[in-house]
């Protein structure tokens, strides 16, 4: 009679017990999604995701009895591509045999959905440099400032940004400005783990990546923020959810491939999905100091 053991049974535990392992891990490095527009791609509709932009308008005062002349309004799209990211590990029978194998299957998993995290955030993070027209806030070769952050949040009310500002910041970013707050005698969260636990943040705030917050601006940092001026910089960015758009067409998947003849078996990590801009003048960069 055939058994099922610690070796085989680590080759058909897969989807019910990794896929939860995996995004458990992969969730803490997920930092710019949660903060843009979610998209979902329906399968058969091509690759190509849109979303209409309305044109800005005014409105004016009108007479008493008088008709209301229509205004021609022409709308643009934004269009986000959707693409495949993966990768996998292959494991040897003899790995399997000599080590301990559910463990170390959820450890290969878990490290795969963690990288895939970080390159829908670094993915993300790219598109920072190209908002508000690529007109940054900041000096090259200067820490981030207090008045800088300032600049970023007038410059998103001028372009009548709507809802919440979020800030995401390279962790050096994030020093330089926090050592500005506190050498100005202001005070930054010293209790972060708590409040996270604790389930203290601001309504509405994701945990992942969160440090705290500016003059009601929640602040992220994540090491997934592009560098700049020939790595002279770092270029984080202070947008609203309407600037970018994250679009899933397939979530993160974990799949097995066994070889029988190379006696090992694949652990493979793929997801698909696609980032992209949807109004850029919703977000400004803000490039300083590395």
């Not at 949660?34 to 005014?58: A, Q």
């Not at 500002?165 to 010293?190: E, M, N, T, W």
């Amino acid at each position: 009679m055939a058994q099922t053991t610690t070796t085989t049974l680590a080759t058909i535990i897969p989807t019910e017990m990794i896929v939860p392992e995996v995004i458990r891990e992969a969730r803490p490095f997920n930092v710019v999604a949660p903060l843009v527009i979610n998209g979902t791609l329906p399968k058969g509709k091509g690759p190509v995701w849109s979303k209409p932009k309305l044109p800005t308008t005014s409105a004016a005062s009108v007479a008493e009895a008088a008709d209301i002349t229509a205004t021609a309004r022409t709308t643009t799209e934004a269009n986000v591509t959707v693409s495949e990211v993966g990768l996998s590990t292959e494991v040897t029978l003899l790995a399997e045999e000599t080590a301990a194998i559910p463990p170390a299957v959820l450890d290969w998993a878990g490290n795969q959905g963690r990288a895939i995290a970080q390159k829908i955030t670094g993915d993300l993070c790219a598109l920072f440099a190209g908002l508000n027209a690529s007109s940054a806030i900041g000096t090259s070769g200067t820490n981030l400032t207090v008045a800088n952050f300032l600049e970023a949040m007038y410059t998103l009310d001028a372009a009548n940004a709507p809802g919440r500002k979020v800030c995401v910041l390279h962790p050096r970013q994030v020093s330089d400005l926090f050592a500005a707050v506190i050498a100005a005698g202001g005070a930054v969260y010293h209790n972060l783990a708590e409040l996270i636990r604790e389930g203290r943040l601001p309504s509405g705030t994701p945990d992942a990546g969160f440090v705290g917050d500016l003059f009601g601006v929640p602040i992220y940092s994540t090491t997934e923020v592009d560098t700049a001026n020939s790595a002279a910089d770092y270029a984080g960015a202070m947008f609203v959810k309407e600037a970018m758009a994250f679009v899933q067409l397939r979530p993160i998947t974990v799949e097995y491939d066994s070889d029988k003849s190379a006696r090992s078996t694949e652990i493979i990590v793929h997801t698909a999905y696609g980032v992209g801009e949807v109004v850029e003048l919703y977000g400004v960069p803000l490039v300083t100091d590395a």
